[in-house]
């Protein structure tokens, strides 16, 4: 007990000493602190803090910049290496459905054929490889398509091709007028022709709206008979322009088909 005694006194002691000098440092810490602030470096150690604050803020952002870069490079080559397989795939598919592809550049020669005899074409289908949303390059030409009349035989062409290729439930197709606008009579009438032909032998219907001067422009090239059989017989509505209700919808439809953002303001 007397050991302890005596060390408690002399660590109290020593405690004593100790808040002394802390009394002692801390007034010493006062000074030097109003001796700094009566000289603006306090403003500059403030600022200089706030400036380290926004530092490390920014360096926080850019190690967050660096982890999404590095995500997104990851991932860019992830769709790469998938855009590969998806290739391989395509080109494999295209190699073993060669024989049925073929049938289909067949048929789209034929229809084209009957149309002009004389003129080139053919369908087109190849692995659209690259970056790019779509996973097969289609092109159906007819020579000299750039023209509209023949233009519109060739999207006659595809659009039978897919009908004809019955893969879907849909049996029919319709045209608007604006599909005969620009062919030429003969055209009109092969087309009509090969609608005849296919529509006899299967369960497929042919729907369009043409008009009257189209439809007149290869009477002349037909049999009375054949005229009635092939078009008369199949007129299932007669449309025409003197009322609303006499068109196809019973309203007036005004439609920017072309996009050019027409203005019906001011019409009387």
Same mark, same amino acid.
């Given at each position: 007990?007397?050991?302890?005694?005596?060390?408690? +006194?002399?660590?109290?002691?020593? #405690?004593? =000493?100790?808040? %002394?000098?802390?009394? *002692?440092?801390?007034?010493?810490?006062? !000074? $030097?602190?109003?001796? +700094?602030?009566?000289?603006?470096? #306090?403003? =500059?150690?403030? %600022?200089?803090?706030? *400036?380290?604050s926004?530092?490390?803020? !920014? $360096?926080?952002?850019?190690?967050?910049?660096?982890?999404? #870069?590095?995500?997104?490079?990851?991932?860019?080559?992830?769709?790469?290496?998938?855009?590969? !397989?998806?290739?391989?795939?395509?080109?494999?598919?295209?190699?073993?459905?060669?024989?049925?592809?073929?049938?289909?550049?067949?048929?789209?020669?034929?229809?084209a054929?009957?149309?002009?005899?004389?003129?080139?074409?053919?369908?087109?289908?190849?692995n659209?490889?690259?970056e790019?949303?779509?996973?097969?390059?289609l092109?159906?030409?007819?020579?000299?398509?750039?023209?509209?009349?023949?233009?519109?035989?060739?999207?006659?062409?595809?659009d039978?091709?897919?009908?004809?290729?019955?893969?879907?439930?849909?049996?029919?197709?319709?045209?608007?007028?604006?599909m005969?606008?620009?062919?030429?009579?003969?055209?009109?009438?092969?087309?009509?022709?090969?609608?005849?032909?296919?529509?006899?032998?299967?369960?497929?219907?042919?729907?369009?709206?043409?008009?009257?001067?189209?439809?007149?422009?290869?009477?002349?090239?037909?049999?009375?008979?054949?005229?009635?059989?092939?078009?008369?017989?199949?007129?299932?509505?007669?449309?025409?322009?003197?009322?609303?209700?006499?068109?196809l919808?019973?309203?007036?439809?005004?439609?920017?088909?072309?996009?050019?953002?027409?203005?019906?303001?001011?019409?009387?």
């Amino acid at each position: 007990n007397t050991r302890l005694r005596k060390e408690l +006194l002399k660590q109290k002691q020593r #405690l004593k =000493e100790i808040d %002394a000098e802390i009394v *002692q440092i801390g007034k010493r810490m006062d !000074e $030097l602190l109003e001796y +700094l602030n009566s000289h603006g470096a #306090l403003e =500059e150690y403030v %600022a200089l803090t706030k *400036q380290l604050s926004a530092l490390r803020n !920014e $360096l926080n952002r850019i190690h967050e910049y660096q982890q999404i #870069l590095k995500a997104y490079r990851d991932t860019k080559l992830d769709i790469k290496a998938s855009m590969i !397989e998806q290739d391989k795939a395509t080109d494999l598919y295209l190699e073993e459905n060669n024989v049925y592809l073929d049938t289909l550049r067949t048929k789209f020669w034929e229809y084209a054929k009957r149309f002009y005899p004389k003129k080139k074409s053919g369908l087109v289908i190849r692995n659209n490889s690259g970056e790019n949303t779509l996973r097969y390059s289609l092109e159906a030409r007819i020579e000299d398509d750039s023209s509209d009349g023949v233009n519109e035989v060739r999207m006659f062409c595809f659009d039978w091709l897919l009908l004809n290729c019955q893969v879907s439930k849909i049996k029919f197709i319709a045209h608007d007028s604006r599909m005969f606008a620009n062919m030429d009579p003969r055209q009109r009438e092969t087309l009509f022709r090969i609608v005849n032909e296919c529509c006899q032998n299967t369960d497929f219907q042919y729907i369009c709206s043409i008009n009257e001067d189209a439809l007149l422009s290869f009477q002349s090239m037909m049999g009375e008979e054949e005229y009635k059989n092939i078009i008369q017989d199949n007129i299932i509505m007669e449309l025409n322009d003197d009322d609303p209700s006499s068109k196809l919808l019973g309203v007036q439809i005004d439609i920017d088909l072309e996009d050019k953002g027409k203005s019906s303001e001011d019409m009387k």
